[in-house]
């Protein structure tokens, strides 16, 4: 139905879409759903949910690289940082959490509750407590 017009289809149902192909169908589909994007629908929740599936696969590379990008576009949110807080303890990257931390405030971004947990954490799996 969106296809044909009957349906508008915003951009947070893009974003659940994006989630949705990536859990289903993979990266490649999500990769090529994102790229077909107009560029009015490559929102912040768009660039979110691509993120989110490439923490959710653990890709660094691909994770670090989109989230310069949503830096550069202004996206910035504490949504992002926690996605790539989360990859780096699903990485056993432990010692690049507060990094990150410390990056957010340096952006102006406040951390919230679920940032500082994400960070003990990090602390706890780190045994660095």
Known sequence: MSSKGLCPISATDHA???NLIGKVRGLES??????????????????????????????????????????????????????????YLQTEQYEKVPVVLAS???????PDNFSYRICINSYGASSDL
């Open 30 to 87: 999500v990769e090529s759903y994102f790229q077909n994007l107009s560029d009015e629908h490559k929102t912040e929740k768009a660039y979110g949910a691509l993120l989110n599936c490439y923490v959710r696969e653990g890709l660094v590379d691909k994770s670090l690289s989109l989230m310069q990008t949503m830096k550069d576009l202004g996206f910035v949110s504490v949504l992002n940082f926690n996605n790539i807080m989360c990859l």
């Open 16 to 18: 659940v879409q994006l």
């Open 104 to 110: 957010m405030k340096k952006a102006g971004v406040s």
